[in-house]
């Protein structure tokens, strides 16, 4: 089979690995940085030969195929090296799904994948044998070799998508495209929104492209760059021939003349984007054949997921949200918009070129204090600084969420919302989501 190179010695990584010695490859796992010891543990039983803090580059590039981390963006050296001698990279997701014939769900999008992807798996598992993977939980590949599930749901995000060569999921879904990442796309809108559409490009009329007809970036794509897919779109804002659509209070499918009727209010998850990640999993559902009962029941007893609008405490009348997950300002923007009450916002971090202007109406209408959380916080200050009374910055989560307490009344919201990547103060969102429920916890 030849030597399979692994760069970066994470989830994806390490599942890559386990499933290629299993596939009789000889496998060599680098990473520039430090492998977690939960990963080092894993290889050495494993038997597979790993290295940390460097990278042996002759014997890298003497690979017959590569696999590296989605967080190892194109413009490192030692890729471009590895490109120029011929040697095939791919993305775990592109090397798993070589070793399987299971019907696949691709999830991707700015926004709303992870809710979308945990929705569609919750009614799936209802009545299928099915897996949850890709840029959540356990890797796709490591499923492949312990579970061999027959339905697969993957979160991908563009990263993951950027070494697809033949990847083609059954069904696939756009939730939508709003400016992420553009750090790694030249900044160019254009490279990032054809990253994302990758997830169709090997798709025939025989498979679907799910996505929401109210997104101009998706629509206008489509009609310029026209896919093979069946497409299903859903709105909230049009009746839609062949899909989903919102009719009063009610979501209603209608595919093939075949129809499934639902009320909004049935929904344990609030907000109008949750409303559009619920007719996508629902969309999804139906292709699969899952029954209308089990669909309406699941949506009425799905309880969200981490990080994303979840409530934490109520403390003397205040409520507490952690929505740690959002990233950016897309998400954000959810996330004011479903907000009912004055809020005190917790926002900052990493700024990955945001440009803050759609917030304003909420900002102005909602929020009565923001807190900024971040080691550079001079965008955030001059942008809100006029809108709000009290705006303070900190680099510490237990003193955010002791200012928070300070000056929220009864019957506001607190709310961490950041807008931002972590890593300045944090690990990952993960962390940095526990880090304001403790903080809460210990109030």
Not at 69 to 87: A, F, H, N, T
Request: hydrophobic share 40%; charged share 25%; net charge negative.
């Amino acid at each position: 089979m030849g030597l399979l190179v692994v760069l970066g010695g994470g989830e994806s990584g390490v599942g890559t690995a386990l499933l290629a010695k299993e596939k009789g490859y000889e496998v060599f796992v680098s990473d520039k940085g430090e492998i977690k010891e939960k990963y080092k543990e894993v290889l050495v039983h494993n038997e597979i030969e790993w290295e940390d803090k460097m990278h042996s580059e002759e014997k890298i590039l003497d690979a017959d195929i590569v696999m590296k981390s989605p967080g190892i963006p194109d413009k490192v050296p030692l890729i471009q090296q590895i490109r120029e001698k011929g040697i095939t990279v791919v993305s775990e997701i592109e090397f798993a799904s070589m070793f399987t014939n299971a019907i696949v769900v691709g999830i991707t999008g700015s926004n709303g994948k992870t809710t979308t992807a945990s929705l569609t798996h919750h009614i799936l598992k209802q009545e299928l044998n099915v897996g949850l993977a890709g840029n959540i939980g356990d890797s796709f590949a490591k499923q492949l070799l312990e579970e061999n599930y027959q339905n697969y749901v993957l979160e991908i995000s563009s990263f993951q998508l950027d070494d697809i060569m033949s990847f083609k999921p059954h069904i696939a879904v756009i939730t939508n495209i709003t400016p992420d990442h553009l750090d790694r796309y030249d900044y160019q809108f254009e490279n990032y929104i054809k990253s994302k559409f990758r997830i169709a490009e090997n798709q025939t009329k025989e498979d679907y492209l799910i996505y929401d007809a109210d997104d101009e970036v998706i629509t206008s794509h489509l009609k310029n760059n026209p896919v093979q897919s069946t497409l299903l779109p859903f709105s909230l804002e049009k009746k839609i021939e062949n899909g989903t659509y919102l009719e009063g209070n009610n979501i209603k499918l209608n595919i093939d003349n075949k129809e499934f009727t639902m009320p909004t209010t049935s929904l344990t998850l609030e907000g109008k984007h949750n409303v559009k990640n619920a007719m996508a999993a629902t969309t999804v559902a139906h292709l699969l054949k899952i029954r209308k009962q089990t669909i309406r029941e699941s949506l009425e007893n799905f309880q969200g997921v981490e990080h994303r609008l979840e409530s934490v405490l109520k403390i003397n009348k205040v409520q507490y949200i952690n929505d740690s997950k959002a990233t950016n300002v897309n998400a954000t923007y959810f996330a004011l918009e479903s907000m009912d009450a004055p809020t005190v916002w917790i926002v900052g971090g990493v700024d990955k070129g945001n440009n803050y202007d759609e917030l304003f109406p909420f900002v102005n209408e909602k929020v009565k204090a923001i807190i900024c959380l971040g080691v550079d916080n001079e965008k955030l200050m001059n942008t809100f600084g006029n809108m709000v009374d009290i705006i303070v910055e900190t680099q510490y989560m237990s003193e955010a969420v002791k200012i928070a307490y300070k000056v929220a009344d009864s019957g506001d919201n607190v709310l961490l919302s950041p807008a931002c990547a972590s890593f300045d103060l944090f690990e990952n969102y993960e962390d940095r989501g526990r880090q304001f429920k403790d903080a809460v916890r210990n109030l």
